[in-house]
């Protein structure tokens, strides 16, 4: 993904996909903005969480966050909804402070299922 000429900013989101079973595990690092929705939606996509093998709950690892606006909280919301659409659970886990407060002051942290770290969501998500 490229930024918009003469924008300064160049996009800086790292997406890992790993597969344990029926849950995917996606580590996120960097920006969640404006500029790099289109690289975690990208990466869903392609990297085939929403299909087969059956998926039966996808894990955000927002371990490597370091910045998220208000779009990044929306693709987020975006991605509960098409997992929930999909019968597919979502988890966010290792939720860094600056995340957990924006979550907490929007009320989505009611809406996810957060868990302290990557080990506890698969453990939450075998039992889905």
């Known amino acids: 993904m490229t930024s918009p000429p003469g924008?300064?900013?160049?996009?800086?989101l790292t997406?890992?996909?790993?597969?344990?079973?029926r849950t995917a595990v996606v580590h996120l690092g960097?920006?969640?903005?404006l500029h790099t929705v289109p690289?975690?939606?990208?990466?869903?996509?392609?990297?085939?969480?929403w299909g087969p093998p059956a998926t039966?709950?996808?894990?955000l690892d927002l371990g490597g966050i370091?910045?998220?606006?208000?779009?990044?909280?929306?693709?987020?919301?975006?991605?509960?909804?098409?997992?929930?659409?999909?019968?597919?659970r979502l988890l966010l886990s290792t939720v860094p402070a600056v995340m957990a407060r924006?979550?907490?002051?929007?009320g989505l942290?009611?809406?996810?299922?957060?868990c302290p770290d990557t080990d506890e969501a698969l453990r939450r998500a075998a039992e889905s």
């Open 15 to 21: 997406v890992s996909l790993v597969r344990r079973d």
């Open 56 to 59: 039966r709950a996808v894990i």
């Open 109 to 114: 942290d009611k809406a996810f299922v957060v």
């Open 66 to 88: 370091t910045f998220c606006d208000s779009s990044g909280l929306g693709e987020l919301i975006a991605v509960m909804k098409h997992g929930q659409a999909a019968g597919i």
């Open 7 to 12: 924008s300064g900013h160049r996009p800086n």
């Open 102 to 106: 924006l979550l907490a002051i929007t």
């Open 30 to 33: 960097g920006e969640l903005d």
């Open 39 to 49: 690289v975690l939606r990208d990466a869903l996509e392609s990297g085939a969480v």
